[in-house]
């Protein structure tokens, strides 16, 4: 079965009360999902699509995540999939495997 199915079912069994999130919310929430998996780190996003899921209720959103460092000769640039309801993060670090496998299945 497919992890992020299991995840989703799991948040959404967690949160039933919770209102779901709008197409607009996405990029704010794909956003802060990245900055907590990067801990702290200042992030910009680029090429970001946000799609309606065909495999669960909510959205998808993939693009580029730009980690900003202090002195801006090391930004680190990787591709990224989100998940809401659930804000869940894949960045290419990850596995790339497992980027291109979630770009692949929803078209990004």
């Known amino acids: 079965m497919n992890p992020l199915l299991i995840a989703g079912a ?5 949160a039933p009360g919770e209102a779901p999130p709008t197409y607009d ?15 702290q ?7 970001v699509q946000v799609k309606q899921s065909e495999m ?9 995540a730009i980690e900003v460092f202090a002195d801006h000769a090391q930004n680190r640039r990787e591709r990224f999939f989100v998940v809401s ?7 290419e670090r990850d596995g790339k495997e497992l980027i291109d496998h979630y770009w692949a299945q929803n078209r990004c």
């Not at 309801?85 to 960045?91: E, K, R, W």
């Open 41 to 47: 780190a200042v992030v910009q996003l680029g090429s």
């Open 25 to 39: 919310e996405m990029p704010h929430i794909a956003k802060a999902a990245i900055e907590r998996r990067l801990e």
């Open 85 to 91: 309801p659930g804000n869940f993060a894949i960045l």
């Open 10 to 14: 799991v948040v959404l069994a967690a």
């Open 56 to 64: 669960m209720p909510g959205y998808v959103v993939c693009g580029v």
